[in-house]
């Protein structure tokens, strides 16, 4: 799905709409939300790398998820730093760190610190499925 040729962030609504269905323009595009513990992503165990499902950048790997049991796939630390944008989202009455591809700026989800997981960083990345697509190991 890389399209190493085009300028996301030269892309209107119209142009993402074409591009992505209204599911993934619903979460991608305008910060929404998929339903906890339907996306296909939650509970997969495959090894690979997640990239972004609106341009094809990548964004996690599998040995950086985790079971959070939280309704949505968790890692503990994007593939790299550059590869996120981490901003201040206080909508839905609340403060929560937004979590968006650097490449094309889409809506992946929230991150969360300090909820005593496990894992090296202590951050869940909670990331919708449908923003993600898995490139299996081969």
């Not at 997981?117 to 081969?138: A, K, M």
Request: overall charge negative; charged content about 30%; hydrophobic content about 30%.
């Amino acid at each position: 799905m890389t399209d190493d040729n085009t300028d996301f962030s030269e892309l209107t609504d119209e142009e993402w709409a074409q591009r992505l269905t209204p599911p993934e323009f619903r979460v991608l595009r305008r910060a929404g939300t998929e339903a906890p513990f339907v996306g296909e992503y939650t509970d997969t165990k495959t090894t690979g790398v997640y990239r972004c499902r609106a341009c094809g950048a990548e964004l996690f790997r599998s040995d950086a998820k985790f079971d959070s049991h939280c309704g949505w796939p968790s890692f503990f630390s994007p593939l790299a730093g550059e590869k996120i944008i981490e901003r201040r989202d206080t909508s839905a009455g609340m403060v929560r760190t937004e979590v968006l591809c650097a490449n094309c700026h889409s809506h992946l989800g929230h991150v969360f610190a300090g909820e005593g997981y496990d894992t090296p960083t202590d951050l869940r990345y909670c990331i919708n499925s449908i923003s993600l697509t898995l490139e299996p190991d081969e």
